[in-house]
């Protein structure tokens, strides 16, 4: 007589469990998977890593002492960024501003270094990276609406950079400039500036 085969029930696996095989099973076999856990895990590393690592900053350089002094063309010239101090002085619509600060545009190496030691109101009014090489330009071939684009520039330029003095024409003479007129010009843009708002 033979005895009865007794089947054992099959216990199902816990759902948990299958879900993590499956997915690790995914992650192996799939290489596209493999590929993305990788990038993941790297990222997520470097992420960490240069969150908690020191990173050593540079104090900036001191700021340089500001001018204010009137210059001819010839004497911008001389502040293109090539200097020892690396100082940047551009002019738009007779006026020099001292750039300094955008060095990374207006020096040497940045998308508008033609305009560093420059008048860089022609190129601006026509939308052009180039300054004139003239003596003085007086920008009377301009029509309003290049004009218009040079005021606004100019007025840009005013908000953003510290002013240094005027462009001079030929034969014009420089204003001399003390300490006390030079507050008085501080002073009186800055009331200009509040009614204008």
């Given at each position: 007589m033979s005895v009865p085969?007794?089947?054992?029930p099959e216990t199902p696996e816990p759902e948990s469990s299958s879900?993590?095989?499956?997915?690790?099973s995914e992650i192996v076999y799939s290489p596209v998977?493999?590929?993305?856990?990788?990038?993941?895990?790297?990222?997520?590393y470097k992420i960490l890593k240069s969150k908690f690592s020191k990173v050593?900053?540079?104090?900036?350089?001191?700021?340089?002492?500001?001018?204010?002094k009137d210059m001819t063309v010839a004497e911008l010239k001389q502040y293109d960024g090539t200097?020892?101090?690396?100082?940047v002085l551009v002019a738009v619509n007779g006026w020099i501003f001292d750039v300094t600060r955008g060095r990374r545009f207006y020096g040497p190496g940045g998308p508008y270094a033609a305009f560093g030691g420059k008048d860089a109101?022609?190129?601006l009014a026509t939308f052009s990276v180039t300054s004139s090489d003239k003596e003085y330009d007086d920008l009377s071939d301009l029509n309003s609406m290049e004009m218009d684009s040079v005021k606004e520039w100019e007025a840009q330029f005013r908000e953003k950079y510290d002013l240094v003095g005027?462009?001079?024409k030929p034969g014009e003479e420089p204003t001399n400039y003390s300490?006390?007129?030079?507050?008085?010009?501080?002073?009186?843009?800055?009331?200009?500036?509040?009614k204008e708002k």
């Open positions: 085969e007794t089947k054992i879900f993590v095989s499956n997915l690790i998977n493999l590929l993305l856990t990788v990038i993941i895990v790297v990222l997520v050593s900053v540079e104090a900036p350089p001191p700021p340089l002492p500001k001018i204010r200097q020892p101090d690396g100082r109101s022609r190129g005027r462009l001079l300490d006390e007129e030079q507050e008085e010009t501080e002073n009186a843009d800055h009331s200009h500036d509040k």
